[in-house]
């Protein structure tokens, strides 16, 4: 029973999960879209019933004023097929401005060669999406 975590990008799709109690989170993988849904749905088919996954959680990029941007719209669509393949799933969002800024900072200060940067980038992303997820449970369960 984990959640996993999707940063949904043009080019690329990054992926995290968390261990088994749901308290730590790790990168799992960066999906090449290669401009179709299907390939990321196929690979999501294979992570969901490998990690039993229970929550889906999506990063939506708003703008730094907290309007919706480009993206966020064609994220929402994303969002929505998962919902419609996977309504036994729990499907999440979580605003995940600056994650990108965040990831590329990680990779800069663990000195990641800048070749290898593109193909991690979403995935660190995804996984300061869903720390940013779990943290927000573990708030809302201490109130």
């Known amino acids: 029973m984990r959640i996993l975590g999707i940063d949904y990008g043009e080019v690329r799709v990054g992926i995290a999960i968390t261990d088994a109690l749901n308290i730590t989170v790790q990168g799992l993988e960066?999906?090449?879209?290669?401009?179709?849904?299907?390939?990321?749905?196929?690979?999501?088919?294979e992570i969901i019933q490998q990690y039993e996954v229970t929550t889906i959680v999506v990063g939506i990029p708003f703008h730094m004023n907290g309007d919706l941007s480009e993206r966020a719209k064609i994220?929402?669509?994303?969002?929505h097929k998962l919902k419609c393949k996977y309504n036994k799933i729990k499907i999440e969002t979580i605003d995940e401005r600056l994650t990108t800024v965040e990831a590329h900072k990680t990779m800069t200060l663990l000195k990641i060669n800048?070749?290898?940067?593109?193909?991690?980038?979403?995935?660190?992303?995804?996984?300061?999406?869903?720390?940013?997820?779990?943290?927000?449970?573990?708030?809302?369960?201490?109130?």
Do not use: G, M, P
């Not at 849904?37 to 690979?43: G, W």
């Open 30 to 45: 960066t999906i090449q879209r290669n401009n179709s849904d299907k390939i990321i749905l196929r690979r999501l088919d």
């Open 75 to 79: 994220t929402e669509q994303f969002i």
């Open 114 to 143: 800048k070749n290898k940067k593109k193909n991690i980038v979403d995935t660190i992303s995804a996984e300061y999406i869903l720390e940013t997820y779990i943290n927000k449970l573990k708030n809302t369960l201490q109130k």
